[in-house]
């Protein structure tokens, strides 16, 4: 035993700055996930339900994929992907429409992004796309212009022509 009684928890100098230095970080990460989720329209986007990727092109909403107007410059639009390709393969919307995107896959993992095809510049819409999920997004469109959303997972040979065009019309 030693002479000295101590009753008080003792940590070590480092090992309580790692804890400081963890515990700042933590807050740092929590604060710029709020910031991109709160004030900059970041969305994760969610598995929004399951279908069976081998009956999705035949029953539900994927049999009929489109656009379906819900009034008050809403859209839903269902995509599917598949055999290299997005069915619908073109779209348009009016210029301020806010397009709700529900998109699946009947085969292999694909990735769809959304982006200018003027300019290149990017949306917030990039999502992966599994079959058996639905992957949901929701994206407002306040720029007239030509858009392509694009297969960014690699899915087979033909992965290079998986492409599709929205148009933002004035
Ligand atoms: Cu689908 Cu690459």
Known sequence: MSGQANTKLHIDVYERNWMIISIVLLVVFVTAVSIAGFMMGINVPAPQNRVNPNTVAKEGPFATPGLRELGGGKYEAYILAGNWKFDP????????SSVTFYITS?????????????????????????????????????KP?????????????????MFGTLTVTP
Do not use: R, W
């Open 89 to 96: 393969k073109e779209m348009s919307v009016p210029v301020g």
């Open 145 to 161: 212009g030509t858009y392509q959303y694009i297969c960014t997972e690699y899915c087979g040979g033909a992965h290079p022509t």
């Open 106 to 142: 009947s085969d292999v993992q694909h990735g769809f992004k959304l982006a200018s095809l003027e300019t290149g510049e990017a949306t917030n819409l990039n999502v992966q796309v599994v079959p058996g999920q639905v992957s949901k997004l929701t994206i407002k469109l306040d």
